[in-house]
């Protein structure tokens, strides 16, 4: 995910309610990819995806009109449809997909590569990174590169494309977002970004003929709340208001810590295997992305 370079005039940034806003990124956001895997035990990846946006989407839409936001125009439903499109039904949708024969840890530390991946779509709006920036992206590169000759990606082929199409898709939503695609301002935006992707997903899950399981399992139906209700709206609120008090470097550090957490969850609590060496070029990514942030600190 893109973040925009906010400055912060404090000197401490660290305040108690930044500190709960890192914890809600790092832990929430770190959790939630095995979360999604729980999910899938009875609910398919666009069926899950899909109803998740959308009952999410629909929340915070009713809850910015309450508190008087205006109605998004045509254009920005037209812009959200799009966005949506490429960063929910894509981005989320083929990470969900990844997931049914990934390891969720796996999945994660790919995902690691989208803030390179941002940097190399600005190329596109001749936004040209700092020789620095391109040892990072170089670096992250060759990280995946690695992560993906390991045994986890190499048994399947299918969630090697899906999270690959997933990063790339989300990261061009994110750079049309801010150069050609504007969403209405603030929570609403999200709100109509998050109700355009849900429905994609969910003609995408038609059109696949997905089917939920029925009933489903608690652990899936429990799983699917805690990505509604922690996953996409109490974090998300979180990184915004991060973006309002903190230095951009500190806010976009999820994208590092959210890796280490995933794959400790999902050796821990999902049952997955990880090996030295995917450990290892997982670890490789994540330099890439410090190399990278460190340019844009403050």
Known sequence: MSTPALVLTTRSPLTPLV???????????????LAIKFALLSLPPFFQMGTRFLVAGLVLFAWMRWRGAPLPDARQWRNAGVVGTLMLGGGMGGTAFAEQTVGSGLVVAFIAVVPLLIVAVNLLWRVYPARSELAGIGVGLLGVLLLTQGAGFQAS????????????????????SQRALPLAPGAMGFASEMIGGGLVLLLLAFAVGERPQWPPQPLAVGAWLYLVVFGSLIAFNAYMTLLARAPAGLAASYTFVN????????????????????WLAAAVVLAGVVLLLAQRRG
């Open 19 to 33: 500190v709960a806003c890192l914890a809600a990124t790092w832990l929430v956001w770190g959790s939630t990819y």
């Open 157 to 176: 082929p299918q969630g090697l494309a899906a999270i690959a199409v997933a990063t790339v898709a989300w990261s061009f939503g994110s750079v049309l």
């Open 259 to 278: 890796p280490v957490i995933a794959m400790l969850l999902g050796v821990a609590l999902g049952g997955e295997t990880i090996s030295a060496f995917e």
